[in-house]
């Protein structure tokens, strides 16, 4: 992605669980599930290969049954540090955009989760963030 017209949104987290059990919630399909996407919708991972050049294909299900396909392409992966990856969604039109997540280790074992979104168009996200405002509650 190109850094002109570009607009991020930065998501910071803590967790009072170890890094490496913040990195298996991210790269988990058996984890993935409880947590990924917003309140009502569900997530089935179709597949799931986190390495660079890797890729999550997964559908989220929406609560009147509308369903989402979705991929990630994995670019940098840094176990249990680092992920950084494209999110396309299928459908015409829609924009991708980057996403770089990082896991710190706390010295009182607590993990910071710092998310960071790029994306080329503010419409997508301000929606963006909405949804994972209301999801970490």
Do not use: C
Not at 36 to 61: A, H
Not at 98 to 119: A, H, I, N, P, Y
Request: hydrophobic share 30%; glycine share 8%; no cysteine.
């Amino acid at each position: 992605m190109t850094e002109t017209g570009e607009t991020s949104l930065i998501i910071q987290r803590t967790f009072d669980v170890p890094r490496e059990r913040v990195w298996a919630a991210w790269t988990s399909s058996e984890e993935v599930q409880h947590w990924w996407g917003p309140d009502g919708v569900t997530t089935t991972t179709e597949e799931l290969d986190v390495r660079p050049g890797g890729v999550w294909r997964f559908v989220m299900t929406g609560p009147e049954g509308d369903e989402y396909q979705n991929t990630i392409v994995y670019d940098e992966v840094v176990e249990p540090e680092r992920l950084v990856y494209i999110h396309r969604s299928s459908e015409e039109g829609k924009s991708q955009f980057q996403v770089s997540v990082s896991l710190d280790e706390q010295e009182d074992g607590k993990t910071e989760l710092t998310m960071q979104m790029r994306f080329e168009i503010g419409d997508r996200m301000r929606r963006e963030g909405r949804i994972w405002r209301h999801r970490g509650r």
